[in-house]
């Protein structure tokens, strides 16, 4: 079946422009992450949701950033006035509910900010 | 979050076995032992879980120290295609994986 997925697969921009990226769960997957990895670390927690609220938005570095999931579904994650430093691969996944269920990881979107 | 550690690389033959080690001393009762791979240019990768008993799918073998304070991942016959970064995660009835920095797999043909 279709795993998650994530568009665009690469973003380039300009410091101080907002991008939207995407992400489509599995189907039937209630529990979605997001998390940013930096070259040479592994990946880090940014917000988790269960349905279509955040249940825990605690790793998102600033006021910048911002998700969504309207529909408890797709989800969108925003970053307005982005910085250089913000360039990373943003990882989405889902799952079927949280407690130790395995997490299906799409292959990200590389930000990066010139 | 209780920690892991894992070394920062290993190197395999094709075919050959891989044991990855990973210590978590501070392990407590609940927490289960999670392992992900990433492939290069891909996003982390379930392989397997346990708590306290061994364990085995299609993919790796989970072997659980008698005391849980460690624990290693088997690959039976390194592959090519088995080369990546692979973390050890401590996970406790919590929906957020905290990822280290794993061990690199290099697999020489």
């Known amino acids: 079946g279709a795993g998650v997925s994530q568009t665009p697969s690469n973003k380039v921009t300009e410091k101080g422009k907002y991008v939207e990226l995407r992400c489509d769960p599995i189907?039937?997957?209630?529990?979605l992450y997001w998390y940013r990895q930096s070259l040479g670390q592994g990946p880090e927690f940014l917000i988790y949701?269960?349905?279509?609220?955040?249940?825990?938005d605690s790793g998102l570095p600033n006021d910048r950033f911002f998700a969504v999931r309207p529909e408890g579904s797709v989800s969108t994650l925003k970053i307005q006035r982005t910085e250089r430093g913000d360039s990373a691969v943003y990882l989405c996944?889902?799952?079927?509910?949280?407690?130790?269920?395995?997490?299906?990881f799409g292959d990200g979107t590389r930000l990066s900010i010139l | 979050d209780a920690k892991t550690t894992q070394p920062n690389s290993m190197e395999s033959n094709e075919e050959e076995p891989v044991h990855l080690p990973c210590n978590h001393s501070?392990?407590?009762?609940?927490?289960?032992i999670h392992w992900y791979r990433q492939l290069p240019s891909q996003g982390p990768e379930y392989v397997i879980h346990?708590?306290?008993s061994n364990v085995n799918n299609r993919m790796a073998s989970l072997a659980i120290a008698e005391d849980r304070k460690s624990s290693t991942l088997i690959l039976h016959r390194a592959t090519l295609r088995d080369a990546a970064v692979y973390y050890c995660i401590l996970r406790s009835n919590d929906y957020k994986l905290s990822f280290g920095a794993g061990t690199t797999v290099t697999v020489r043909a």
């Open positions: 996944a889902s799952s079927l509910s949280p407690q130790n269920q395995p997490q299906h």
């Open positions: 501070t392990i407590s009762g609940t927490d289960y």
């Open positions: 346990g708590l306290t």
């Open positions: 949701f269960q349905g279509t609220g955040a249940a825990d």
């Open positions: 189907s039937g997957h209630t529990a």
